[in-house]
């Protein structure tokens, strides 16, 4: 008799390291919310004969909204989770008790690059032994440490000044380790009792095949991919880009990719007027949370629509006191930083900022050297353009400075990191 399987996606983490308004499953990967890519993978599986997302309350409607956009011939469902990931996979499998499943396979949405492949071993394994875990051999060796008796100061690593001393106990033979990833996929009766056993013992638990060893029932490995990463800080984004694109063939079938930034922001009395990271002499200066500078703002954008990384909203939001007064430049180095990680480097970049004042002719040379300092292109890869908005609208009336960027990046062989 075929088993029945449903796929339980939790995303209802707030991804608190990324900053801005939205969790990070619903930031941008190559075109899509990033929990988008695990929505169509489990739908390619022919056993998955329903999808339940879990994601933030107060996000079900968006969920929702771009779910029905993939038009996906699999069953799904989209509802609210819980504060931990345990309360939101419990909130799953509540919903699927009216109509159980035999198997449910429950993924982690952070995890966009999973393939049908290895959701459909990983349920095959499952249909044998009742629970099994997606997971891949380490390849580093691994060692266990213990904190050093000895801490006295002058045993403190001199580069991490009170740091406690750790001291190797063991090394660990790690053809029997494995790195741990998702689908975990168990049989629905057994999931569940062993989440309600969890909650009787006040387990805290951060993965379900722990929950399922932890009552007392085994777990076996099922083949992963080093390529199936958990996006969780923000070079993981970067490198889950690059994985992406090396699997759909843009890295290699496009030579050069193409992106464009804007930005405007209003002139303000003392305000110093930064633009491409020197300050220039003006009575007033640009308004922004950071130090406004539209140029770098539209270059950032530039070089991450190029990369198919989103925009700089997400990654430095103006609702962030970390960025209060921030320099851009430190801001478009950490872009190029990304745009490196997802197998980009800078090719060319034009800008043209609008200005009625002051004149920025006498500062181009300038403009153009600090700019390819932050980028680390030479300045023969630097266009900066200037021109008037002949009077009309705010940057005519000088009430505020725009920039347009276009951004031209060539892939690297390989990721830097």
């Known amino acids: 008799m075929t088993q029945t399987v449903s796929a339980l996606i939790v995303a209802a983490g707030r991804g608190r390291r990324f900053g801005g308004s939205l969790p ?14 695990s929505l169509r993978a489990f739908a390619r599986v022919p056993q998955v004969s329903r999808i339940v997302l879990v994601v933030p309350e107060d996000h079900l409607s968006l969920a929702t909204n771009i779910s029905r956009e993939q038009q996906l011939d699999t069953p799904w469902q989209v509802i609210a989770g819980g504060e931990r990931r345990q309360d939101s996979v419990r909130a799953g499998l509540r919903a699927m008790a009216e109509d159980p499943p035999d198997i449910v396979a429950i993924h982690d949405g952070a995890r966009p690059l999973v393939t049908p492949e290895i959701i459909a071993e990983s349920i095959s394994v499952c ?34 000044p009170g740091s406690p001393v750790l001291s190797v106990v063991e090394t660990l033979d790690r053809s029997k380790l494995r790195a741990l990833q998702t689908p975990q996929p168990c049989d629905y009766p057994l999931i569940v009792a062993a989440h309600d056993a969890a909650i009787r013992l006040d387990l805290e638990v951060t993965d379900d095949a722990s929950v399922v060893e932890a ?25 889950a880009a690059w994985l992406m694109g090396r699997r759909r063939g843009a890295a290699t079938s496009s030579p050069i990719r193409i992106g464009h930034g804007y930005d405007l922001h209003r002139l303000a009395p003392g305000r110093p007027l930064i633009l491409c990271g020197i300050e220039l002499p003006h009575d007033a200066g640009l308004l922004g949370h950071s130090d406004a500078d539209v140029a770098l703002h539209a270059v950032a954008d530039a ?62 040379h300038d403009m153009i050297h600090s700019l390819a300092a932050i980028l680390g292109v030479p300045p023969s890869s630097i266009s900066v ?15 505020a400075i725009a920039c347009h960027a276009v951004a031209a990046l060539i892939p690297n062989e390989e990721p830097t990191s």
């Open 24 to 37: 990070k499953v619903f930031l941008d990967l190559c075109g899509e919310p990033i929990f988008v890519w």
């Open 385 to 399: 353009k200037a021109t008037t908005n002949e009077g009309l609208g705010p940057t005519g009336r000088a009430e």
């Open 215 to 239: 009552y007392g029932h085994p777990v076996v490995a099922s083949v992963g991919s080093r390529d199936n990463i958990k996006v969780t800080q923000l070079e993981d984004l970067a490198q």
């Open 127 to 160: 249909a044998e032994h009742h629970a099994a875990i997606a997971c891949v051999p380490l390849t580093d060796t691994v060692k266990s440490f213990a904190d050093d008796p000895d801490t006295s100061p002058e045993r403190q690593p001199s580069s991490l």
């Open 303 to 364: 070089i991450l629509g190029a990369a198919a990384l989103g925009d700089i909203g997400q990654y430095f939001p103006d609702t962030d006191p970390r960025y209060e007064n921030a320099h851009s430049a430190d801001l478009l180095a950490e872009v190029v930083a990304m745009a490196a990680d997802a197998g980009w480097s800078i090719g060319n970049i034009d800008l043209t900022i609008i200005a009625e004042q002051p004149k920025l002719s006498p500062h181009r």
